[in-house]
Each structure stands twice: as structure tokens, then as C-alpha cells.
């Protein structure tokens, strides 16, 4: 029997709609921002783009834009893909010492002549809204307060509303999630765990994914491989993130999961495009908001 077939029973997941919950998350950003601004404080963003990469640009005009949209100011340097890392070294430093930049981003993946760590070394952890720098990182793991990578951030924002919404918490269930990377495997695992959930992460080393898979009551699939996860491999009930975001060769963004197998077993899902991507850029506003706030010790008095 198909996974559509096995699914005909149960109704179709619910949808959770990133568009919406950004628009929520950006309406709360761009409300403190207006309180800064009343102070005489204005958010800055500075964000660095090394090449022409086409994808990397729609990214850095999106995040762009997203500033324009809540007041913060943002500065936008485009750099060629000739770039030495001396050179963006330099102006990292200049954007740190810079009192009005509240926050620094390097669109990644940078030219193979630049060390990536060595950037992300570089930006004053303050400023770390990407929260890359491992000492926004060790501040993760040992459960306090830091800036936090967007993506996983963001998601767990998803899953709050989700929460809210349905009475469904991580505490206590088996989360698995598919990437270690820096940028959203490690830490999505960390929030995980400290919301209390019991995370596994799997990655291509990893025996019987589809064995892990089956027994998450929370899939986040962060792997880079367009429709890995297939259908049949949800466990029924679920709640599934995709945060893959892949073109097709007939111009369609599909995720890392069968989306169309895997509505049908679990309990929540979210579309690609349309779910994960919003709430990345919703939550980088949050960091910028939160950055200024915290270098600029501003109280409410």
C-alpha cells in the first residue's frame, strides 16, 4: 500500500504557515524597534555580499528589504568574488568598531580563497546576529541567553505558535534531527534540548536513517538532498520542519521531505517554499532588535 494510500484514513496535517508566523515575528521586532528609535537609538544592520552567487543576492535583498520594512538602517556592501580575506577581514573590523552597527552578516557560502571560520571569528560576538561565533554558540550549549542561529530560532518560534495553538510541546519527545552543521544542526539540537525534548542527530555517517526517522515525534530535516526523507518513513502523528530548499530542473522549490507523501502522516508540516524561509529572516530582525538593545544597555526607564 503507497504512503497516500496508507494516509487515506487520516486527515491531511496541518500546515503551518511561515509567511504568517514571520508577519507575527516581524510585527513584534519592528515594535521595539519603534521604541529605540523614540529613544534617539537606531537599529543598524551591516551585511557583506563576496561575488555574484544569484541565490545569495535574492537572500541579502530579502534581509534588505526586511529592514527597510521595520526602520532598522542597513548597510549593504557588495564586494567582487576576487575579494581577499584581508580585505573582508578589514572591513569587519570597521563595521565592529562602528557604534551605530549593531549587527554584522556575511552571506555564506563565501569564495574559496576566504577561510569561512576565520569570518565568523572576526565579528564581535555582539554583533553575531547570524550566531555563528562560538561564543554565541557556547552560550547555547550551557543554556543561556546569547544570540541564536535564525534558522533554529526561528523554528522554535514555529513551533511555539504550533504549541500554543494545539497543546503540543518538545518537552519530552524524541526529536531527531537530520544536519550537524554549525548554521542550523548543532543548534536546532540544542534548543531541542533545552526545551527538554530527547534529540538524536543524524547525518551521512548515520545506520538505518529511515529507522531514526520512523521514531521522531519531531523531524527536522536539515540535510542539503532534495526529497531524502520519503513519506513512508514519518512517523504517524509527527510534526516535521523541512528546512532543505532546493530548484528543480521545472523551477519549483521542493524541501529535503516528500512533502506530498508526508502530509498525510504526520501532524504538522511545513511547506517549502513558504514555511521555514520567512521565519529566518523574521528572526534575523529579532537578533538585529535584541543586538542593539543589549550593546546599547537599553532599559525601559
Same mark, same amino acid.
Not at 504512503?3 to 484514513?9: K, L, N, P
Not at 511561515?18 to 510585527?27: E, I, P, T
Not at 562560538?134 to 535564525?150: E, I, S
Not at 520542519?241 to 521542493?254: A, E, F, M, P, S
Given at each position: 500500500?503507497?504512503?497516500?494510500?496508507?494516509?487515506?484514513?487520516?486527515?491531511?496535517?496541518?500546515?503551518?504557515?511561515?509567511?504568517?508566523?514571520?508577519?507575527?515575528? $516581524?510585527?513584534e521586532a519592528q515594535r521595539d524597534a519603534k521604541e529605540l528609535i523614540?529613544?534617539?537609538?537606531?537599529?543598524?544592520?551591516?551585511?557583506?555580499?563576496?561575488?555574484?552567487?544569484?541565490?545569495?543576492?535574492?537572500?541579502? =535583498?530579502?534581509?534588505?528589504?526586511?529592514?527597510?520594512?521595520?526602520?532598522?538602517?542597513?548597510?549593504?556592501?557588495?564586494?567582487?568574488?576576487?575579494?581577499s580575506e584581508t580585505e573582508l577581514l578589514a572591513l569587519i573590523d570597521?563595521?565592529?568598531?562602528?557604534?551605530?552597527?549593531?549587527?554584522?552578516?556575511?552571506?555564506?557560502?563565501?569564495?574559496?580563497?576566504?577561510?569561512?571560520?576565520? @569570518?565568523?571569528? $572576526?565579528?564581535?560576538?555582539?554583533?553575531?546576529?547570524?550566531?555563528?561565533?562560538?561564543?554565541?554558540?557556547?552560550?547555547?550549549?550551557?543554556? =543561556?541567553?546569547?544570540?541564536?542561529?535564525?534558522?533554529?530560532?526561528?523554528?522554535?518560534?514555529?513551533?511555539?505558535?504550533?504549541?500554543?495553538?494545539?497543546?503540543?510541546?518538545?518537552?519530552?519527545?524524541?526529536?531527531?534531527?537530520?544536519? $550537524?552543521?554549525?548554521?542550523?544542526?548543532?543548534?536546532?539540537?540544542?534548543?531541542?534540548?533545552?526545551?527538554?525534548?530527547?534529540?538524536?542527530?543524524?547525518?551521512?555517517?548515520?545506520?538505518?536513517?529511515?529507522?531514526?526517522?520512523?521514531?521522531?515525534?519531531? @523531524?527536522?530535516?536539515?540535510?542539503?538532498?532534495?526529497?531524502?526523507?520519503?513519506?513512508?518513513?514519518?512517523?504517524?502523528?509527527?510534526?516535521?520542519?523541512?528546512?532543505?530548499?532546493?530548484?528543480?530542473?521545472?523551477?519549483?522549490?521542493?524541501?529535503?521531505?516528500?512533502?506530498?507523501?508526508?502530509?498525510?502522516?504526520?501532524?504538522?508540516?511545513?511547506?517549502?517554499?513558504?514555511?521555514?524561509?520567512?521565519?529566518?529572516?523574521?528572526?534575523?530582525? $529579532?537578533?538585529?532588535?535584541?543586538?542593539?538593545?543589549? =550593546?546599547?544597555?537599553?532599559?525601559?526607564?
Open positions: 500500500m503507497s504512503d497516500i494510500d496508507m494516509g487515506a484514513a487520516r486527515m491531511a496535517a496541518t500546515v503551518l504557515d511561515g509567511k504568517a508566523m514571520a508577519a507575527m515575528l $516581524r510585527a523614540a529613544k534617539g537609538i537606531t537599529p543598524g544592520l551591516a551585511v557583506a555580499l563576496v561575488g555574484e552567487d544569484p541565490a545569495s543576492a535574492v537572500y541579502v =535583498r530579502n534581509k534588505v528589504k526586511a529592514c527597510e520594512e521595520l526602520g532598522i538602517v542597513s548597510t549593504m556592501q557588495t564586494l567582487p568574488a576576487t575579494t570597521r563595521w565592529n568598531a562602528d557604534p551605530s552597527i549593531d549587527g554584522i552578516l556575511v552571506q555564506l557560502p563565501v569564495p574559496k580563497q576566504i577561510r569561512t571560520n576565520a @569570518l565568523i571569528d $572576526r565579528i564581535d560576538p555582539a554583533k553575531d546576529v547570524d550566531g555563528f561565533h562560538p561564543h554565541n554558540l557556547g552560550l547555547l550549549a550551557a543554556g =543561556r541567553a546569547g544570540l541564536v542561529a535564525c534558522t533554529p530560532a526561528g523554528v522554535m518560534k514555529m513551533l511555539a505558535i504550533y504549541g500554543k495553538a494545539y497543546g503540543w510541546t518538545p518537552a519530552g519527545k524524541r526529536a531527531v534531527v537530520l544536519g $550537524r552543521s554549525i548554521t542550523v544542526g548543532k543548534p536546532m539540537a540544542m534548543l531541542l534540548t533545552n526545551a527538554d525534548a530527547t534529540v538524536t542527530i543524524c547525518h551521512s555517517r548515520t545506520p538505518d536513517l529511515a529507522g531514526h526517522v520512523a521514531q521522531a515525534d519531531l @523531524l527536522i530535516a536539515a540535510v542539503g538532498q532534495r526529497h531524502l526523507v520519503q513519506g513512508g518513513w514519518i512517523k504517524p502523528g509527527a510534526v516535521v520542519i523541512d528546512v532543505g530548499i532546493h530548484r528543480g530542473d521545472d523551477g519549483k522549490l521542493t524541501g529535503d521531505v516528500d512533502y506530498e507523501a508526508a502530509r498525510w502522516r504526520a501532524a504538522a508540516i511545513t511547506p517549502v517554499p513558504g514555511g521555514v524561509g520567512p521565519m529566518t529572516i523574521a528572526q534575523l530582525m $529579532r537578533n538585529t532588535v535584541d543586538a542593539c538593545t543589549q =550593546r546599547r544597555a537599553v532599559t525601559n526607564a
